[in-house]
């Protein structure tokens, strides 16, 4: 099992480093002087600070890593390396998690896929993941998703077992097994299972058998 499927299953709360709570002093200082080097323009500094602090353990700096790749900070825009940095950190950084929900709902150097990205937003505020900015970010995408994706896809994505949008994360589209399959491993639960809705708040549907 992946680590990614156990924070899912298990529900980990992730981490959120560099926050001043989680950080020591050298890597705040390196994160203000990464972040006086942007407002600079200084963006190759900047990149190097990032990569620096993500091999020492930081995930947090992985995800501003990504983001110069997403928006073209300093560089071409380039999202194929935003997810490359954004999945070094999924495991244990809920923004991570929401940026790549971002890819997938956009169609950004992947497959759009609505109702993964729908999964991963939905996971992310009903598990509270992250601090309360990641949790409010999430939720704007969640309210698009809602309102933008038609009701017959979103109860399909709620068929799919949090082990199956992992696959499907990790795997960047590229799962060689079903949903169903990734089901039956574990006997997982479809998400509509797990227990985060009052009674009837869901509806009634029907999943699709490859589901």
């Known amino acids: 099992m992946t680590r990614f499927l156990l924070l899912l299953f ?5 981490s959120t480093a560099h926050s001043e709570e989680s950080a020591d002093n050298t890597t705040l200082e390196l994160v203000k002087k990464a972040l006086s080097a942007e407002a600079a323009g200084d963006y190759k500094t900047t990149y190097s600070i990032w ?14 890593a990504g983001l110069m ?8 825009v380039d999202y194929v390396k935003a997810m490359d940095w954004y999945l070094r950190a999924v495991n244990y950084n809920a923004d991570a998690m929401n ?3 971002i890819l997938y709902r956009d169609g950004l150097g992947i497959k759009k896929n609505r109702k993964i990205s729908y999964l991963l937003f939905l996971t992310i ?3 509270g993941m992250g601090d309360e900015e990641t949790v409010m970010r999430a939720n704007r995408n969640l309210r698009q ?4 994706l038609p009701l017959i896809e979103r109860q399909e994505a709620l068929c799919y077992s949090l ?13 060689q097994k079903s949903p169903r399959e990734i089901r039956e491993i574990g006997k997982q639960p479809r998400v509509r299972d797990l227990g985060w809705w ?3 708040e869901v509806g009634e549907f029907t999943c699709p058998v490859n589901t």
Not at 69 to 76: I, K
Not at 145 to 148: R, Y
Not at 163 to 175: D, I, K
């Open 10 to 14: 298990l529900l980990i709360p992730v």
């Open 163 to 175: 082990g199956y949008m992992a696959a499907y994360v990790e795997s960047r589209g590229n799962t």
């Open 145 to 148: 998703e809602i309102d933008e």
């Open 51 to 64: 990569e620096s602090l993500y091999e020492k353990g930081d995930y947090k700096a992985a995800v501003s």
């Open 69 to 76: 790749h997403r928006q073209g900070t300093g560089m071409p």
């Open 198 to 200: 009052a009674p009837g």
């Open 125 to 127: 505020h009903m598990e």
């Open 99 to 101: 940026n790549i929900g």
